[in-house]
C-alpha cells in the first residue's frame, strides 16, 4: 500500500547573486539546507532565476566562454530568450517553455547569453539551471546536445486541455518525454489551473523535490508560495498538488548515483585525480576553441 511522501522542508528563495551579467539566481543546493552534495543527486545543483525586468541593451548580457565536464546542464526557459554556443558546433535559441540539455560529459567548452533582439528590446527574464550528475561509466562521454521545443514535450492533460503535466524527461502515466537521459529520472512541470489537482507517484528511493515557478499550491495539504522550494522524505510515494491559484511547478525525481563527488568550479568527477585531469585537459586545449 503506497503513502504520501512525506515534506522534510519547505525553503525560500536564497538570497540572489549573480551569474555573468545576465543570470540573476537563487542557488537551492548544493548549498544551505541541502549542503549534502548527494541529497539531490543525480541532480547536483539548482539555480533559479526568479523573474526580472531587464533593460534593454545593445550588448547581449550572459556569460563568456567557461568549461564544463563530467555532468549536464539543463536550462529551462520560463520568460525570455537564451541562446547557447559551445565548441563541439552546436547552438541554439531557446524562449518560454524550451529547454536545452546539453551533455558536457569528456569536456567542451561553451558560453550562455540573452538573445540578440531580446536584449534590445529587454523584458521579463526566469528560467532554471540543473547540473545533472553523470555517473562514472558515463563521465567520459562524447559532447551532446538537445534542444527541446516546447511542442515537442509530452503533455498528460487533467481533464481539460488547460492543465497538464508537461514532461520533459522520464514519463508520468504513459507519457514520455522528449529528453534522453543517461540515468531514471523525472522532469516535469505542472501546469494547473486554480483548483485543479494533481496526483504524483515516485519510487520511495527517488531524491524528489518540487520549485514553486509561477502561484503557488497545496502540497501534500500544505500551502507554499510562489518562489519556494519543497524537499521530501525518502519515504512514501505519493505527492497531491493542488493548485491554490493558476501555478506552474517544477518536478524533480530521480534514482540517486551512489558514488563518490568531487567537485571543483565547472567540473563534476568522482576523485581529485579526474579533476586535475579535467583541468589540464582545458590548459592543453583539448575541449576545443571557442570565441
Excluded: C
Amino acid at each position: 500500500m503506497s503513502t504520501n511522501k512525506t515534506i522534510e522542508a519547505v525553503i525560500p528563495p536564497p538570497a540572489p547573486h549573480m551569474v555573468g551579467d545576465g543570470f540573476r539566481v537563487h542557488s537551492f543546493f548544493p548549498g544551505g539546507r541541502l549542503i549534502d552534495k548527494k541529497r539531490m543527486s543525480p541532480f547536483f545543483l539548482l539555480d533559479y532565476g526568479s523573474k526580472v525586468d531587464f533593460s534593454p541593451s545593445e550588448e547581449p548580457r550572459g556569460v563568456g566562454v567557461h568549461p564544463h565536464a563530467g555532468f549536464e546542464t539543463v536550462t529551462i526557459a520560463y520568460q525570455g530568450k537564451i541562446a547557447h554556443h559551445d565548441s563541439a558546433g552546436n547552438s541554439g535559441i531557446i524562449s518560454e517553455g524550451d529547454v536545452q540539455w546539453m551533455t558536457a560529459g569528456s569536456g567542451l567548452l561553451h558560453k550562455e547569453y540573452h538573445e540578440n533582439e531580446f536584449s534590445r528590446k529587454g523584458g521579463l527574464f526566469q528560467m532554471v539551471q540543473l547540473w545533472v550528475n553523470l555517473p562514472a561509466r558515463h563521465k567520459k562521454t562524447k559532447p551532446k546536445y538537445q534542444e527541446l521545443s516546447n511542442a515537442g514535450m509530452g503533455r498528460h492533460y487533467l481533464g481539460d486541455k488547460e492543465s497538464y503535466i508537461e514532461v520533459i524527461a522520464g514519463e508520468f502515466q504513459g507519457t514520455k518525454g522528449p529528453a534522453s537521459t543517461f540515468t531514471p529520472m523525472h522532469v516535469y512541470n505542472a501546469r494547473l489551473k486554480k483548483d485543479r489537482i494533481a496526483n504524483l507517484s515516485f519510487s520511495a528511493n527517488y531524491n524528489t523535490a518540487l520549485l514553486i515557478i509561477e502561484g503557488k499550491a497545496l502540497i501534500n495539504e500544505k500551502e507554499v508560495a510562489t518562489d519556494h522550494f519543497v524537499l521530501f522524505k525518502n519515504d512514501g510515494e505519493e505527492i497531491s498538488i493542488k493548485a491554490v491559484e493558476d501555478a506552474v511547478i517544477l518536478v524533480l525525481s530521480g534514482e540517486p548515483i551512489d558514488e563518490p563527488i568531487a567537485a571543483y568550479g565547472p567540473f563534476l568527477m568522482n576523485n581529485w585525480k579526474e579533476v586535475e585531469q579535467a583541468m589540464q585537459d582545458v590548459n592543453t586545449g583539448k575541449f576545443g576553441t571557442l570565441v
